[in-house]
């Protein structure tokens, strides 16, 4: 089974900047489409980015242009660079694979939390 976890969350101010990384166990992770995802209090969690493993990426419209997406595949590492932080940005954020059907995945870890204040 795949083991994630996830760091570099915290509190920050509207306005500011978070880099999250995301370390995957597996050999095969270079092959492996990944995603990262948010649960803001209250609210289902949510498709935030997806990489591909040729690198190709997709993004939520509500952080296109704010939020960027990367991998080290030498590390088994996914990141997720985040600008211009919004106080709406605020979340447990997870990564896991990035799949059409993820929300019928049942392993997740447990995920950083990212708090952004107004």
């Known amino acids: 089974q795949v083991q994630l976890v996830e760091s570099g969350g915290g509190l920050v101010q509207a306005g500011g900047s978070l880099r999250l990384s995301c370390v995957a166990s597996?050999?095969?992770?270079?092959?492996?489409?990944m995603g990262w995802y948010r649960q803001a209090p209250g609210k289902q969690r949510e498709l935030v980015a997806g990489?591909?493993?040729?690198?190709?990426?997709n993004y939520a419209d509500s952080v296109k242009g704010r939020f960027t997406i990367s991998r080290d595949n030498a590390k088994n590492t996914v990141y997720l660079q985040m600008s211009s932080l919004e106080p709406e940005d605020t979340g447990v954020y997870y990564c896991?694979?990035?799949?059409?059907?993820?929300?019928?995945?049942?392993?997740w870890g447990q995920g950083t939390q990212v708090t952004v204040s107004s």
């Open positions: 990489i591909y493993s040729g690198g190709s990426t």
């Open positions: 597996g050999s095969i992770f270079r092959f492996t489409p």
């Open positions: 896991n694979l990035f799949h059409t059907n993820w929300r019928a995945l049942n392993y």
